[in-house]
């Protein structure tokens, strides 16, 4: 808990008691389950199936569902808390971890009592493994209202046709959320559905060859013609998009604390590197490029968690938060890029080998501007938000 503390400490901002516990809850699985094996599963992009497992044991799986209905039942900032602790040991767990919450979410949010009793009951058990959130295709990802896999009413059920991609965790997901267009063109025509694992028509492809983040399972989902009882149908025909934006300003929360944790990883490689490594007869720590590099890091991983505090503060007063949610992932992800970068450099020519673990920070922070909407898809919310408040 030393950087949360010091952080908090610093601001003087209390925690509660249930965002305590699920920080720490989350940092000592952290040290002592993630750690050992983080750099094994990069090279061999293992996904974390047995760490997957008990963090749902943990309640790590389902954060954000109410206790009334069996989840850990913490509030926005206990999730930034926790998922930061989680990236800075293993950013493909945190990932994974991201796109379960989130499917979780909305579940809780949207299902009805006999879809809870169903497929969120047996989740938060940790009877489904992790979850997965299938909005993306090979076709659209930021522009996800052009979305083409179809779901056509066959008189007593649905039938999926199309394909998703770079579905995280999407081999090993007990249940998928789809969104798939029902009706006519645009954001109105798409609704969402529960497809479950081993579905017939549900065909998992091939896993992607990722340069970072290698151990998070991504793979595309190809639906053909794959049958779904009328009741798989999530909240109402048509509402797939808005049910989907339901829950993205807290994802986007989650993916600022995946990055900043990221940074604070590289961060701390970095300061043990630059007083242990000698040049020219002194640490590196004693040039002043080396202590400019290190404020200009701290700065921005310190300003990177305000920015996602108050987006996470405002979610939890029941704010939308559009623009800071997405100006915390914007700050977040391009800080961390930022850091790691500079760590790499730090670091000279052992930063570039596999054997450091900033080389793997690297990779893994690269994706973290392009998913849960791009830096510049961040950029466009941000400014219609402010556009719209000026007018
Ligand atoms: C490792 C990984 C995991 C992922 N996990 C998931 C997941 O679990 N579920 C899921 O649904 N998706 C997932 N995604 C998909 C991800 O959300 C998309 O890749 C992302 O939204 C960008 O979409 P795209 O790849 O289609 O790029 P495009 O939308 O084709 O964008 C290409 C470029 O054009 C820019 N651009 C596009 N439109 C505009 C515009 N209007 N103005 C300015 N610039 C624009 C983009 O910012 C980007 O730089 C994942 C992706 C990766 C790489």
């Not at 809850?25 to 050992?36: D, H, I, P, Q, Y």
């Not at 094994?40 to 047995?50: L, Q, Y």
């Not at 493994?129 to 059920?157: I, N, V």
């Not at 109402?236 to 990883?265: D, F, M, T």
Request: net charge neutral.
């Amino acid at each position: 808990m030393a950087t949360i503390e010091r952080k908090l400490a610093r601001l003087g901002v209390p925690l509660t008691e249930e965002q305590l516990i699920i920080a720490t809850t989350a940092r000592t699985f952290a040290t002592w389950r993630l750690a050992a094996g983080a750099a094994e599963r990069d090279r061999d992009g293992t996904f974390p199936s047995a760490e997957i497992h008990a963090l749902g044991d943990l309640g790590l799986l389902a954060m954000k569902v109410p206790s009334e209905e069996g989840g850990a039942g913490t509030d926005n900032v206990g999730y930034m808390l926790a998922m930061e602790a989680i990236a800075e040991t293993c950013a493909s767990t945190a990932v994974v971890l991201a796109s379960s919450n989130l499917a979780a979410k909305i579940l809780s949010m949207h299902a009805s009592a006999a879809q809870k009793a169903r497929w969120l009951r047996p989740y938060v058990e940790g009877k489904l493994g992790p979850a997965s959130f299938a909005l993306s295709e090979p076709g659209c990802g930021s522009d996800a209202a052009a979305l083409t896999t179809t779901a056509r009413w066959a008189g007593d059920g649905w039938v999926l046709s199309g394909s998703k991609m770079w579905i995280t965790s999407g081999a090993h997901a007990g249940f998928h959320l789809v969104f798939a267009r029902t009706d006519g063109a645009g954001a109105g025509g798409i609704s969402c559905f529960v497809v479950e694992r081993g579905t017939p028509g549900l065909v998992v492809g091939k896993e992607e060859d990722k340069m970072g983040q290698r151990a998070s399972g991504t793979v595309a989902l190809h639906f053909d013609d794959c049958r779904l009882p009328h009741d798989h149908l999530l909240g109402e025909r048509g509402a797939g998009y808005a049910i989907a934006l339901s829950a993205l300003g807290a994802g986007r929360v989650g993916i600022a604390a995946l990055s900043i944790g990221l940074g604070e990883a590289a961060f701390a490689a970095g300061l043990a590197h630059a007083r242990d490594r000698h040049a020219f007869g002194r640490p590196l720590a004693d040039f002043q490029n080396t202590q400019f590099v290190l404020a200009d890091c701290r700065g921005e991983l310190d300003a990177a968690w305000l920015l996602a505090l108050r987006a996470a503060r405002l979610l939890d007063t029941g704010d939308k938060a559009a623009a800071e949610t997405s100006m915390a992932k914007l700050f977040a992800s391009e800080a961390a890029g930022r850091v790691v970068d500079r760590m790499v450099q730090l670091h000279g020519g052992m930063g570039y080998s596999r054997e450091c673990i900033v080389e793997r920070l690297y990779r893994d922070a690269r994706v973290t501007r392009i998913y849960e909407g791009t830096s510049e898809v961040q950029r466009l919310v941000i400014a219609r938000e402010l556009l719209r408040e000026s007018a």
